[in-house]
């Protein structure tokens, strides 16, 4: 499948620069968002595979504008939506409340 999140090999995108001593988290959520992997895969019964492809399906300028570990959430988004345990509209108004401030 050639897709915006198959890039390797492709030429005219510029040089490379990987971060000096890059952190494996740069954030503390990204901790929580690897650490979701586990247990949200086998609650809610997904595949790797599955999980890939919905990272896969991200729409190209979303995929480009958001961070590897924010494809991995859009993912579990995705495969709890899907298989009916959270809403879309469960999800949106928990986004707002966070960023309201509220916990």
């Given at each position: 499948m050639n897709g915006i999140h198959d890039l390797g090999g492709m030429h005219g995108f510029g040089p490379i620069n990987p971060e000096p001593d890059e952190p494996v988290f740069h954030a503390e959520w990204e901790k929580r968002v690897f650490g979701l992997f586990a247990t949200t895969s086998a609650f809610a019964g997904f595949s790797v595979d599955e999980f890939r492809h919905a990272?896969?399906?991200?729409?190209?300028?979303?995929?480009?504008?958001?961070?590897?570990?924010?494809?991995?959430?859009?993912?579990?988004?995705?495969?709890?939506?899907?298989?009916?345990?959270?809403?879309?509209?469960?999800?949106?108004?928990?986004?707002?409340?966070?960023?309201?401030?509220?916990?």
């Open positions: 990272i896969e399906n991200l729409p190209p300028a979303e995929y480009l504008e958001t961070s590897y570990y924010e494809h991995w959430l859009h993912s579990f988004e995705e495969m709890l939506a899907i298989r009916g345990i959270v809403t879309k509209a469960e999800l949106d108004a928990r986004v707002d409340q966070i960023r309201q401030g509220g916990q």
